[in-house]
DNA sequence: CAGAGCGGTGACGATTTTGTGACGCCGACG
DNA sequence: CGTCGGCGTCACAAAATCGTCACCGCTCTG
């Protein structure tokens, strides 16, 4: 996992609580005390989970949530809110405006924790540390091993993270640029081509025991990965 | 793509290489040398997106862009600026004021291309990816696969979205030049008799299946996709 | 029944897209 | 300081797809 989280919330210590589960948790925290703190933040790092206190000084959980959107560079970034189990209006106001989840004050640890997966898995499930399989084909990236018929299979470091993605975003089509960004990152500037390369080395590696079946080639839009055959 | 761009640069020698390098890109570039001069081109032409150079005599980027967004017709453009290397927390404040994105000056001309290309597509409306299915023959934009009776049929790009479009469009007859329009995309010079060929392999395609029943010839007006058989 | 008009069909060359092998660069490591 | 593995790019090969055409058969008309 590892996943860089940004906080947003006034409260030092409430910040600080959520901080050390965070970081418990295996994730990078980063704080900020308001609104306009955190989108700077934001920008500065995008981060690929968000923490937003709803009740704020001067901006709003809404408004960040609405700029947040607006840009096109933060618009996909997960967001889970915090609301008082007053403001439970907030609640539906946020989720209408885009957030992924809430979790009302007070919290236990666990519960963050499990809400934080459950985003991270929905929306960015290479992100975590989940094993991947299908049928014979195992992925596991806490031990950064890919396993076929039982047997380890040896790729590098940039096939490894696009198997990851591939397996865990299955049976659908990914243009090489959405695959860029997805596996290369952001702000990267390399050649779409490379992408062949990269699927070549990989599929290479998939040969052996016949699972490069599963990693399609759609003309005029991109690769695909497939459960089946 | 074919989008209208403006340039909002200082230096007569980049202005012209970026405007060079937009028109190579297809795109139609739009001058400006100062943000006065900028604002009030954004105001006549609604530019699709905006190069803005950080560093411009009289009125900085930064005011531009907070002019820009305060508008409301102009605050969805997406804007793109250019900085350089040593203009690091520049960056970070321009990203903070709405920028969607940056470039470090010097650029390469690929780079530029690449940028954007990323800021125009995540702007861009996406075509919808939502299932459609008529009795057994299902088409999934998202897979990018079509099954009739649950087994996979094999087509060409081409073939793909103008099922696509029939599939969206049912029941209705269409002329060979509004399929043009519709699947090749506006303006394209083809002879018409080309639609009856790709007509022909689309139906090829779904004979196995039977499923070519369903898009019929209207002679003496076009083709049309109907539900029932 | 002939002719005209229209759509179906198979073939073909051109073009576009993807696969592949090789190369140079660079940072890690010894 | 040299080696090595991995990465990004390129140029070329292979493959798939595209747009056109010529030809055919059918249907409608008069």
Do not use: C
Not at 121 to 131: L, S
């Amino acid at each position: 996992m590892a996943a860089q989280i940004l906080v947003v919330e006034d409260e030092a210590a409430i910040q600080e609580l959520i901080a050390l589960n965070v970081r418990q948790a295996g994730h990078r925290p980063m704080l900020a005390g308001d609104a306009e703190e955190g989108l700077a933040r934001v920008q500065q790092t995008l981060p690929d989970l968000i923490l937003l206190d709803w009740m704020l000084p001067g901006m709003s959980g809404i408004d960040f949530l609405r700029r947040l959107r607006t840009n096109g560079r933060t618009q996909g970034i997960p967001v889970i809110m915090l609301t008082a189990r007053a403001e439970e209006q907030d609640k539906l106001l946020g989720l209408e405006h885009g957030a992924d989840d809430y979790i009302t004050k007070p919290f236990s640890t666990r519960e963050l924790n499990a809400r934080i997966k459950a985003v991270l898995r929905r929306r960015a499930p290479q992100m975590t540390e989940d094993r991947v399989e299908f049928g014979d084909l195992v992925l596991d990236p806490a031990t950064h091993r890919i396993s076929a018929n039982g047997v380890d299979l040896q790729v590098g470091p940039t096939e490894f993270k696009l198997l990851h993605f591939f397996m865990t975003h299955p049976e659908r089509v990914y243009s090489r640029t959405q695959i860029l960004d997805q596996v290369w990152g952001d702000h990267v500037f390399i050649e779409e081509r490379t992408v062949d390369v990269h699927i070549r080395r990989l599929r290479s590696a998939l040969h052996p025991t016949g699972h490069d079946r599963l990693l399609q080639t759609v003309r005029g839009s991109g690769y695909r990965f497939t459960r089946v055959a």
